[in-house]
C-alpha cells in the first residue's frame, strides 16, 4: 500500500526557516515526480514546488528564491526547505507523488506551518 508521510512541521516566526520531509512508501521512487502543494484555510490547495524524476525543479512565484524542493532517491523522501518564511505562508503542506505514465497520484496526509510572531 502507497503511503506518502510528511514531517518537519510547526510553528516558526516570520523570517524563520523549517525543513519538511515526505517519506514516499513506493515502489520505484525515481519514476515519480515529486510535487509540494498547500491549503490555507478558505483557499484552494495550490502548487509550491515540483520536481520531475528527471531532475527538473520548478516554483510558484510567491516561494522562488526562498523555498527550495529536493530528494533522495536512496531514501525515497523528497524535501522542502523553506527559508525568510512569512506570515502568508501559513497553510496545511501536503506530499504529491505521480506517474502519469502509470495514472499514478498519491498524496501525503498533510503538516501544519503556522508562521506567526
Known amino acids: 500500500q502507497v503511503r506518502l508521510v510528511e514531517s518537519g512541521g510547526g510553528l516558526v516566526q516570520p523570517g524563520g526557516s523549517l525543513r519538511l520531509s515526505c517519506a514516499a512508501a513506493?515502489?520505484?521512487?525515481?519514476?515519480?515526480?515529486m510535487a509540494w502543494y498547500r491549503q490555507a484555510p478558505g483557499n484552494e490547495r495550490e502548487l509550491v514546488a515540483h520536481?520531475?524524476?528527471?531532475?527538473?525543479?520548478n516554483y510558484a512565484d510567491f516561494v522562488k528564491g526562498r523555498f527550495t524542493i529536493s530528494r533522495d532517491n536512496a531514501k525515497n523522501t523528497v524535501y522542502l526547505q523553506m527559508n525568510s518564511l512569512k506570515p502568508q505562508d501559513t497553510a496545511v503542506y501536503y506530499c504529491?507523488?505521480?506517474?502519469?505514465?502509470?495514472?499514478?497520484?498519491?498524496w501525503g496526509q498533510g503538516t501544519q506551518v503556522t508562521v506567526s510572531s
Open positions: 504529491n507523488a505521480a506517474n502519469s505514465r502509470w495514472g499514478n497520484d498519491y
Open positions: 513506493v515502489r520505484f521512487f525515481a519514476l515519480y515526480d
Open positions: 520536481s520531475t524524476s528527471s531532475g527538473s525543479t
